[in-house]
């Protein structure tokens, strides 16, 4: 247990120091720290979805924030989580913050992130209840919807291509967002798919 706890403190350590770096972006995932430069494409995405969930949810539903990189906790994860972007209910301005507080967290896929944005996390957040999880992908120009979290997985599972519109089903009343204007990596960088055990667990 003392080996598990000075692990933890390690891991929050390391990420801490390399958050403080300019340009990476810092994953943890299973016991690792991953660190990889953040495209240009994740840095429009993130601008992208930030306005447009902050257009539609002061529209719609008042009470509700869009932020992004702030670290939440819950009891079925070893560690606290930073989804890139979230749809939450501010109740908290001070850590630790809880993910039930959270409508929606999104992740935007970079290649050293593949596994964690459509495997681990997948799983994480479903375990936490969380209503909507958002994949969106700038290399396979893709958009993927999860939702309805029931006994640790999500049930359902909605994707498109980038250019359509992809109502997300919100608790708070379904929430359409036009992929059309999302940012893509460079042509030389896209790709149809990517390889099955990267994003599909094994088993």
Known sequence: MEKIEGDL???RSLMEKAESLEGVEVVPADGFVMMSPVSLEHVRTFRRMTAILDERSDASH???EAVGDIEFHHPEWDTGLSPDVVLWHPE???PPRSAELIELALEIVSRSSVENDYITKTDA???AGIPVYLVLDPYTRRATCYSRPEEGAYLVREACPYG???TLPLPSGPLPVDTS???SAPPAARRTSWPRHRVTPLG
Request: hydrophobic content about 40%; charged content about 20%; aromatic content about 6%.
């Open 62 to 64: 008042g009470d509700l």
């Open 9 to 11: 403190e390690l891991i």
């Open 164 to 166: 359509e519109t992809l």
């Open 125 to 127: 957040y479903a375990a």
């Open 181 to 183: 204007s999302l940012p």
């Open 92 to 94: 908290s301005e001070t």
